[in-house]
C-alpha cells in the first residue's frame, strides 16, 4: 500500500533556529514529491521535487529530494513567527489521474 | 486571480438534510479534487475528475456525490448528511494542457461543515 511518512508530527522551536522536516514514502510508479504549507486556510504550494539531488530554494525554505533512499527534507533556516504552520508532504502518482498521496503533517510552532 | 473558489465557507446541516459544495476555477485546469481533512487523518480524497463530463472515486467516495458538467465547476453533493460527514472539505485543481507535465495541485480556501 502506497503511504507518506512525515517527521516529526509536531515540533516548537524559537525564532533564528532552523529547522529540519522529514518525509519518506513507499509510492509506486513516483512522479514527483510536493511541499505544501498550510496555515488556517488553504494548503499553499511550496516545491515540486522531480529529481534526485537537486536542491530547490526560495528564500529561507530549502528542499532536497533522495529517490534512492526515498525521502525528502524540508529545511528552513533562521524561522520566524510567521513560519508557525502544518506542513504538508505529498507524492504524486505517474498515472495519468495525477492523484497525491499525503502525509499526515508536521505541525511547527515558532515562538518569539 | 481569483484562483479555485469554494462557496460557501461555513454550513450547519441536519442530520439527513442534503447540500451541494461548489468549486469554480478560472486556471483552464483539466483535473479536479475534492478532499476532506479531519484531524489526525490528514487529507483523504472524496472523489476526482480528470475532465469535463467525467468523474472517478477516491478514497472515501460513500456518501458522496460528484459532477463536472463544466469545466471550471466540479460539485459535491451530501444526499442525507450524518454527523460523520462534519469536517473541513477543500477544492483542488491541477493540470493545464499544454503546460509542462509536472504541475502542482491548487487549493481552494474550504468549506467548514457541521452536522448535528
Known amino acids: 500500500e502506497d503511504k507518506v511518512v512525515q517527521s516529526p508530527l509536531s515540533l516548537v522551536v524559537h525564532e533564528g533556529d532552523t529547522v529540519t522536516l522529514n518525509c519518506s514514502y513507499e509510492?509506486?510508479?513516483?512522479?514527483?514529491l510536493l511541499w505544501y504549507k498550510q496555515e488556517k486556510k488553504a494548503p499553499t504550494f511550496l516545491f515540486m521535487l522531480?529529481?534526485s539531488g537537486i536542491e530547490k530554494k526560495s528564500g529561507r525554505l530549502s528542499s532536497i529530494l533522495d529517490k534512492k533512499e526515498l525521502f525528502s527534507i524540508l529545511n528552513i533556516t533562521a524561522t520566524q513567527t510567521g513560519d508557525s504552520a502544518v506542513y504538508l508532504c505529498?507524492?504524486?502518482?505517474?498515472?495519468?489521474?495525477?492523484?497525491?498521496?499525503w502525509g499526515l503533517g508536521t505541525s511547527l510552532a515558532v515562538n518569539p | 486571480n481569483a484562483g479555485v473558489t469554494q462557496t460557501p465557507k461555513f454550513r450547519v446541516l441536519k442530520t439527513g438534510q442534503s447540500m451541494t459544495l461548489l468549486c469554480a476555477q478560472d486556471m483552464n485546469h483539466e483535473y479536479m479534487y475534492w478532499y476532506r481533512q479531519d484531524p489526525g487523518m490528514g487529507l483523504r480524497l472524496i472523489h476526482y475528475s480528470v475532465g469535463e463530463g467525467t468523474t472517478a472515486k477516491g478514497e472515501v467516495p460513500d456518501g458522496y456525490n460528484v459532477s463536472r458538467l463544466k469545466k471550471q465547476n466540479f460539485l459535491l453533493g451530501l444526499e442525507s448528511a450524518a454527523p460523520s460527514q462534519t469536517s473541513v472539505y477543500f477544492c483542488?485543481?491541477?493540470?493545464?494542457?499544454?503546460?509542462?507535465?509536472?504541475?502542482?495541485?491548487?487549493f481552494g480556501d474550504g468549506t467548514r461543515l457541521s452536522i448535528l
Open positions: 509510492v509506486t510508479n513516483f512522479r514527483s
Open positions: 505529498a507524492v504524486g502518482h505517474a498515472g495519468n489521474n495525477r492523484k497525491l498521496i
Open positions: 522531480t529529481s
Open positions: 483542488a485543481s491541477s493540470y493545464e494542457r499544454g503546460a509542462q507535465d509536472n504541475q502542482p495541485q491548487h
